[in-house]
């Protein structure tokens, strides 16, 4: 039974619309992933035309993860040295991190949102790339995957509060909690936001459903971020301690093993560790 101050799903989605919109040149990088115009000048532009992320790309860039001789000063530099899908994930990494932390408040852990949401991106770019799928979208469908959990503690305060008190009372996911107070989960509302924004239709797939993997019928970029999400928890990349359950259909349609993935572990993380580090949420 849906026992928040709200009568509909539709008004709690009308609700959190409210949330700020991304700033456009984030916007557009994200929706280029699937986008073949998007071409090195074309970024560059974008990146420049936004200060903040133009001084963000560079750190990242000049962080040690990629430990550049005489260091890196100028988005063009970057993605001739870097190349072009790393520079882009990086300009949304940082324009991503960048606008929730200043959308964010006081009662909600923003490190711990982000070091879980840069833990899932690296995993599901890694896993996205051992089965052919698009390592960009992973990434950022990684990065965006919990996102409805910030609109919600931003936008509906209370109705937080009442489904934080509801899982405690049942001892249950938060999924389970939101939908009990809210008539839709964190995972839904996420999804609702990235198609309004326009993103590729494979990231709000991701996003809608990486808790609905344990059906007979997922997307393969929904059951990538379901794993990735699993493998960041037991890395300890920011999650609550507690390992969440792991569909094996999902590592079946991945044809997947974490036996396979145990060697590349140490990679993992240290491609989190050095951008955690680089936006401060280490």
Same mark, same amino acid.
């Given at each position: 039974m849906n026992t928040s101050s709200f009568k509909s799903t539709e008004e709690i989605l009308g609700a959190v619309e409210s949330f700020p919109s991304l700033p456009q040149a984030v916007v557009e990088i994200i929706r280029s992933i699937d986008d073949d115009s998007m071409t090195p000048q074309l970024l560059t532009r974008k990146i420049e035309s936004d200060l903040g992320m133009l001084a963000g790309v560079l750190k990242l860039a000049n962080s040690s993860r990629y430990a550049v001789r005489g260091g890196v000063s100028s988005p063009q530099q970057a993605v001739t040295i870097l190349g072009f899908n790393a520079i882009r994930n990086l300009a949304c990494l940082d324009g991503l991190s960048s606008h929730f932390r200043e959308n964010s408040h006081d009662d909600f852990n923003f490190g711990k949102f982000m070091r879980h949401s840069i833990g899932v991106a690296c995993c599901a770019k890694f896993i996205a790339r051992r089965i052919h799928l698009n390592p960009d979208i *992973?990434? +950022? *469908?990684? #990065?965006?995957?919990?996102?409805?959990q910030l609109v919600v503690a931003v936008t509906l305060p209370g109705e937080l509060h009442a489904v934080m008190e509801y899982k405690k009372r049942q001892d249950?996911? !938060?999924? +389970? *909690? =939101?939908h009990a107070v809210l008539g839709i989960d964190h995972a839904? !509302?996420? *999804?609702? #936001?990235v198609d309004r924004w326009n993103f590729p239709s494979a990231i709000g797939e991701a996003i809608g459903g990486h808790h609905h993997v344990f059906d007979d019928v997922s997307s393969r970029m929904a059951d990538t971020v379901h794993v990735a999400e699993v493998l960041s928890h037991a890395l300890d990349f920011g999650g609550s301690g507690q390992v969440p359950p792991l569909s094996h259909g999902a &590592? &079946?349609?991945? =044809?997947?093993s974490f036996q396979q993935m145990q060697s590349h572990f140490g990679e993992i993380e240290d491609e989190y560790s050095d951008f955690a580090k680089v936006l401060g949420v280490d």
């Open positions: *992973a990434f +950022v *469908a990684g #990065l965006l995957h919990d996102v409805g249950c996911h !938060i999924s +389970v *909690a =939101e839904g !509302i996420g *999804a609702h #936001l &590592m &079946m349609r991945l =044809e997947l």
